[in-house]
């Protein structure tokens, strides 16, 4: 079983950076895709970004393409970091890390390709 741990979130300003990690465990797992999803209040969860697991391979939403930069820390893929620049008030939603260990059948911008979930961060741009 993964667990997913999420770590970063804050309140901030407009303008403001902010650096989210998801750390996967036991490391004895080596995630083939990781992502974050996002969820904003009376929203439904979006997808934000993710990376595969050579750490080359990476998709973004049209929304964060530019501010937001994925990447990951070892080549295991199990420690993922979401670099967050130019933060505005519609970034502000909870942060959810996913993972999925096997080659997606479905586009990884969907969260049925994930089976795996953290509990999230809660991410505040104040303006």
């Known amino acids: 079983q993964v667990q997913l741990v999420e770590s970063g979130g804050g309140l901030v300003q407009a303008g403001d950076s902010l650096r989210l990690s998801c750390s996967a465990s036991?490391?004895?797992?080596?995630?083939?895709?990781m992502a974050w999803f996002r969820q904003a209040p009376g929203k439904e969860r979006e997808f934000v970004s993710a990376?595969?697991?050579?750490?080359?391979?990476?998709?973004y939403a049209r929304s964060v393409k530019g501010r937001f930069t994925i990447s990951s820390a070892n080549t295991k893929n199990t420690v993922v970091s979401l670099q967050m620049n130019t933060l505005n008030s519609e970034d502000t939603a909870v942060y959810y890390c996913?993972?999925?260990?096997?080659?997606?059948?479905?586009?990884?911008?969907?969260?049925?390709?994930?089976?795996?979930w953290g509990r999230g961060t809660q991410v505040t741009v104040s303006s």
């Open positions: 996913a993972a999925t260990l096997s080659r997606p059948l479905a586009d990884e911008r969907r969260e049925l390709t994930y089976a795996y």
């Open positions: 036991p490391e004895t797992y080596s995630p083939y895709t």
């Open positions: 990376i595969k697991y050579d750490g080359r391979t990476v998709y």
